[in-house]
Nanobody, 122 residues
Framework: QVQLVESGGGLVQPGGSLRLSCAAS????????MGWFRQAPGKEREFVAT????????RYEDSVKGRFTISRDNAKNTVYLQMKSLKPEDTGIYYC???????????????WGQGTQVAVSS
């Protein structure tokens, strides 16, 4: 049974930082590309970042480029999202997901976590 479990969310002031983690089990982690998505209240789930199997290739949504960094540790079956210079518009539930290929479309991800809440507010 595949499980993806996110952690690290919370409340942070604008300009602050958070690091999200997603631990995978029940799957050969290095066989999958991993992605982060987010969903703000009343909006659709949107792509944030993705990383390939070895961690050598990444893609980012334009609004987070230069502020967010996705990385992975295959020995720990974990993918990370380092978020800096956070803005109120980054608020939402953040989900990690697994895909066979490097994808930015959520429909192409086979497995999803339950999400972790990020709130950016003063």
């Amino acid at each position: 049974q595949v499980q993806l479990v996110e952690s690290g969310g919370g409340l942070v002031q604008p300009g602050g930082s958070l690091r999200l983690s997603c631990a995978a089990s029940g799957v050969t982690f290095s066989d999958y590309c991993m992605g982060w998505f987010r969903q703000a209240p009343g909006k659709e789930r949107e792509f944030v970042a993705t990383i390939n199997w070895s961690g050598t290739n990444t893609r980012y949504e334009d609004s987070v480029k230069g502020r967010f960094t996705i990385s992975r540790d295959n020995a720990k079956n974990t993918v990370y999202l380092q978020m800096k210079s956070l803005k109120p518009e980054d608020t939402g539930i953040y989900y990690c997901a697994a895909s066979v290929w490097l994808e930015m479309q959520r429909e192409n991800y086979a497995y999803w976590g339950q999400g972790t809440q990020v709130a950016v507010s003063s």
